[in-house]
């Protein structure tokens, strides 16, 4: 496992009080932030006594319980109780629900990312995408800070390319402009702040594999 702790300009573990801000943490990023909260709890809890991994931007969120590993976004890795780049210090196939929060594009590009998630995901499990909405009024709050949006078909994408197959429809959830907690999903992003996208990794390939015809001999008896 590749461990990378988080240093000030003097070469010690940086504090909370040297980490650059986040807009996650003004008053307009909690908003949002409180209301992910209930859909991702939901998202960790839907597959009860299976390991989970939630990728989160801002630690001051609800505690989950379960089995489970939560990881902050810090510079271009993640801190929590490892501190780490990619890849990830989990083993193949062993959770089965990864929820990335906000964080699509932290240490490996959006692509690589996607794809060391579907390494950890069982066949069967569920990655849940959160990310803000670039045509939502909400940009406005955000304006300024080193945050990006995306819309849903890029990470679409992504998302096949690893083997995922998302739903064909994200969901909008938080505010439109007020700064106010806004729980509820809606089909679609529209003009919510963030959207959600969920994908499931695939039991089955995605190229049917060719059934191999075992050799027989004289009147179809199998040779071996």
């Not at 709890?41 to 489970?68: D, I, V």
Request: hydrophobic share 40%; charged share 15%.
């Amino acid at each position: 496992m590749r461990t990378m702790p988080s240093r000030s300009p003097t070469g010690q573990p940086a504090g909370p009080s040297e980490r650059s801000p986040s807009w996650f943490e003004s008053a307009a990023g909690q908003a949002l932030i409180g209301s992910e909260t209930d859909s991702i709890l939901a998202a960790l809890h839907e597959r009860e006594g299976h390991g989970w991994l939630w990728l989160a931007t801002t630690g001051s969120q609800g505690a989950p319980g379960g089995r489970g590993l939560r990881l902050t976004a810090a510079g271009s890795g993640w801190d929590g109780p490892v501190r780490c780049q990619t890849p990830l210090p989990l083993a193949n196939e062993s959770v089965a629900t990864v929820v990335v929060q906000h964080a699509g594009q932290r240490g490996a590009g959006a692509g690589a990312l996607v794809a060391e998630c579907a390494r950890v995901l069982v066949p069967g499990g569920r990655l849940w995408l959160y990310a803000l909405n670039p045509v939502s009024p909400y940009r406005l709050r955000w304006t300024g800070w080193a945050v990006q949006a995306s819309e849903p078909m890029p990470w679409r994408r992504h998302l096949r390319e690893a083997g995922l197959q998302p739903d064909a429809i994200s969901q909008g959830v938080g505010p439109r402009w007020r700064i106010e907690t806004s729980p509820a999903l809606q089909q679609g992003p529209g003009l919510r702040a963030a959207w959600v996208l969920r994908a499931e990794k695939r039991v089955v390939p995605l190229t049917p594999m060719r059934q191999v015809i075992p050799l027989r001999m004289g009147d179809g008896v199998p040779a071996a």
